[in-house]
């Protein structure tokens, strides 16, 4: 069965396709399609959730509780999200977007079906990951003189902190939650954690003053692939005033920075071994 082609990269929140594959799970259903609109949560690395939505087939409607990636090895075995236990591209192994259902659903291979994503909350998850991405890079630029050796760079040319410190990141409709470890291989590093601690409130105002010149520039933003399959890579675009960043990431995003109002971020340091940032967004109007 060839790997799930996807949509969702160029927005697509509507597909009329057909079924590949519909297999039991959890008491209801994982339904797999040849093509979908759907993103599913990376169980690798879930920052941003899975979409929600519904498939009609045959008159009947189901809801699409979640969207993960699964798995099918040679002798058609299927492993589902976390379950998996190969990484993307093992040999014997093909990669699929898998729709959760909660209920038993008896649609064959080659069923017409419609799969309909919720736009609204897709459009706050797009909002939240590109703030994300936009947040990070503020946050590196805001760091950079803390460090006292090279940890490398990040896409507009700033220490990247974010890829030396990042714990975790959690993508909500319009924000999002990044954690970041400030122990001792960060000290190792070349990190200055004690001057940031000092400077906390200053950081976090250098951060949100490039925020919202980035905002204000109203970028275009966008999604190259490499190929139509969930098994391949992508990778994010943004054009700011300092130059064009681009991350490898397999989530949305929107198409400009004219999808804003604002981006805010809060800086807190209640545990002096833990950076929390939490971004916050206001939509335009338009």
């Known amino acids: 069965m060839q790997p799930t082609t996807?949509?969702?990269?160029?927005?697509?929140?509507?597909?009329?396709?057909?079924?590949?594959?519909?297999?039991?799970?959890?008491?209801?259903?994982?339904?797999?399609?040849?093509?979908?609109?759907?993103?599913?949560?990376?169980?690798?690395?879930?920052?941003?959730?899975?979409?929600?939505?519904?498939?009609?087939?045959?008159?009947?409607?189901?809801?699409?509780?979640?969207?993960?990636?699964?798995?099918?090895?040679?002798?058609?075995v299927l492993a589902v999200g976390e379950e998996i236990p190969v990484k993307r591209g093992a040999d014997g192994w093909d990669w699929h977007v898998g729709h959760l259902v909660a209920e038993p659903v008896t649609w064959g291979a080659g069923t017409t079906v419609q799969a309909t994503v919720d736009g609204t909350l897709r459009a706050g998850l797009s909002r939240g990951h590109t703030a994300c991405h936009l947040a990070s890079l503020a946050l590196d630029a805001a760091l950079a003189e803390l460090w006292h050796k090279d940890p490398g760079i990040d896409p507009l040319g700033s220490p990247n902190f974010e890829a030396r410190a990042g714990a975790s990141s959690q993508i909500h409709p319009d924000g999002s939650v990044d954690t970041y470890r400030l122990g001792k291989s960060l000290r190792k590093a070349g990190f200055r954690p004690d001057d940031l601690a000092a400077s906390l409130a200053q950081r976090e105002a250098q951060i949100n003053d490039l925020l919202a010149a980035w905002v204000a520039s109203s970028g275009r933003s966008w999604i190259e692939v490499e190929g139509d399959t969930i098994a391949d890579r992508r990778t994010w675009h943004c054009a700011l005033p300092a130059g064009e960043a681009h991350f490898l990431c397999g989530g949305t995003h929107v198409d400009g920075l004219d999808a804003f109002a604002s981006i805010t971020v809060a800086l807190d340091l209640s545990d002096p071994q833990l950076l929390v940032m939490t971004t916050t967004v206001v939509p335009s109007d338009d």
């Open 6 to 76: 996807v949509t969702f990269p160029s927005g697509a929140l509507s597909e009329e396709t057909t079924v590949a594959d519909v297999r039991p799970h959890a008491g209801g259903s994982v339904v797999i399609l040849q093509q979908t609109p759907f993103h599913p949560v990376d169980h690798t690395w879930p920052d941003q959730p899975g979409d929600t939505g519904t498939l009609t087939a045959d008159g009947t409607t189901v809801r699409v509780a979640n969207t993960v990636m699964v798995a099918i090895d040679d002798a058609g």
